[in-house]
Every structure is written in structure tokens, then in C-alpha cells.
């Protein structure tokens, strides 16, 4: 079984960065893709940033040049760096796993206040 635990979401003014973690614990052999969701009050869940494990990246149009999904592969965990925050960044963030199976995390809350 594996689990994912997201760290990293608060509170930041518009402008600022955090950088989000998603840490798997457990038989995480054969994920082919992580990625970054949010959903913010009252809207549909978006997919923001998408890591192969081939290395190849993409994200929403909304975040490019903002933000940058990476990974440790030591340590089992995918990063999402967000940088210039918008108001319109505020969100509850998720990570994701798949491959053989889809795993989901908690969710992490990221506020950006304007």
C-alpha cells in the first residue's frame, strides 16, 4: 500500500513562493507519472504540473514560468516550486501517483492574499 503525505501549503502574500512536498511512502515501484492537482472552493479539480519518469514536464498554461514540478528520487518525494503566488493560486493542492495503480494524497491548503 502507498501513501502520499503533501507538506508545504500555508499562508503567503501575493508575490511570494512556497514549495510543496509530496513524500510516498510504501512499494512505490512502477510509477510512470507524478503530478500536481488543485482545487479551489467551488471549481472543478485542474492538473497544474505533470512529471514523467522519463524527466519530461508540463504544466497548466495558468502557472508556466511560475511554477516547477520536480523529484528526489532518494527520498521519494515530488516537489511543486511556486513562485510570483496570485490570488488565483489559492487552492487546496494534491499530489498524485500512477502507474500499475493511482494514489492520491491529502491535500495541502495554499492561501495567497492579495
Known amino acids: 500500500q502507498v501513501q502520499l503525505v503533501e507538506s508545504g501549503g500555508g499562508l503567503v502574500q501575493a508575490g511570494g513562493s512556497l514549495r510543496l512536498s509530496c513524500a510516498a511512502s510504501g512499494s512505490i515501484f512502477s510509477i510512470n507519472f507524478m503530478h500536481w492537482y488543485r482545487q479551489a472552493p467551488g471549481k472543478q479539480r485542474e492538473l497544474v504540473a505533470s512529471l514523467t519518469s522519463g524527466g519530461s514536464r508540463n504544466y497548466a498554461d495558468s502557472v508556466k514560468g511560475r511554477f516547477a514540478i520536480s523529484r528526489d528520487n532518494a527520498k521519494n518525494t515530488v516537489y511543486l516550486q511556486m513562485n510570483s503566488l496570485i490570488p488565483e493560486d489559492t487552492a487546496v493542492y494534491y499530489c498524485?501517483?500512477?502507474?500499475?495503480?493511482?494514489?492520491w494524497g491529502q491535500g495541502t491548503q495554499v492561501t495567497v492574499s492579495s
Open positions: 498524485r501517483m500512477t502507474g500499475l495503480s493511482d494514489y
